[in-house]
T-cell receptor, first 113, second 112 residues
Framework: DAGVIQSPRHEVTEMGQEVTLRCKPI?????LFWYRQTMMRGLELLIY????????DSGMPEDRFSAKMPNASFSTLKIQPSEPRDSAVYFC???????????FGPGTRLTVT | GQQVMQIPQYQHVQEGEDFTTYCNSSTTLSNIQWYKQRPGGHPVFLIQ?????EVKKQKRLTFQFGEAKKNSSLHITATQTTDVGTYFCAGRPVGSARQLTFGSGTQLTVLP
């Protein structure tokens, strides 16, 4: 298996622009997670899905952030409009079941100028 | 809310020295996982501990879960340069539907 796939790997955008991050989880994994990592706040869980259904989005910082999972093999995290404080590495992870280990993708490094 | 604290935040050791990082939770955990993140990389799962007082070993790495299931430790014997990275613990509170809460991590530097 190719592991969790994320695109793009790097994104540089200007403040106010829409940003869409993409993730393909490992086939057969029922759980998908979106994390944000910064030096100041560490690794934060933004939202997670079970069988394509959002279960807990309490970590989503504000209404500018939205996430979807239209099918078992694809998820998006959208930021609209983007702000400089959104600059971070965004990781997608998937797991086979609720308490199993999580497999992380390579991440998307987002820079908002 | 639940907090998972890790100490130390940074650790520099000479190659061959031992290293330990500690993880403490404000609430009882149903399980704890450990991950390693190499510089510029992504977190990679190392191990999961579930039972009170559990001890697991992976070659030079020893993982412990406290009796009260509120703390955990990772000990590396005779560090090597390949051990460089940030080590995270991640715990799930008992009775909570919340997913893992990651600790702040311990960044290990191994000097050759």
């Amino acid at each position: 298996d190719a592991g969790v796939i994320q695109s793009p790997r790097h994104e540089v955008t200007e403040m106010g622009q829409e940003v869409t991050l993409r993730c393909k989880p490992i086939s057969g994994h029922d759980y998908l997670f979106w994390y944000r990592q910064t030096m100041m706040r560490g690794l934060e869980l933004l939202i997670y899905f079970n069988n394509n259904v959002p279960i807990d989005d309490s970590g989503m910082p504000e209404d500018r952030f939205s996430a979807k999972m239209p099918n078992a093999s694809f998820s998006t995290l959208k930021i609209q409009p983007s702000e400089p404080r959104d600059s971070a590495v965004y990781f997608c992870a998937s797991s086979l079941s609720y308490s199993y280990e999580q497999y992380f993708g390579p991440g998307t490094r987002l820079t908002v100028t | 809310g639940q907090q998972v604290m890790q100490i130390p935040q940074y650790q520099h050791v000479q190659e061959g020295e031992d290293f330990t990082t500690y993880c403490n939770s404000s609430t009882t955990l149903s399980n704890i996982q450990w991950y390693k993140q190499r510089p510029g990389g992504h977190p990679v799962f190392l191990i999961q501990l579930v039972k009170s007082g559990e001890v697991k070993k992976q070659k030079r790495l020893t993982f412990q879960f406290g009796e009260a299931k509120k703390n955990s430790s990772l000990h590396i014997t005779a560090t090597q340069t390949t051990d460089v990275g940030t080590y995270f613990c991640a715990g799930r509170p008992v009775g909570s539907a919340r997913q893992l809460t990651f600790g702040s991590g311990t960044q290990l530097t191994v000097l050759p």
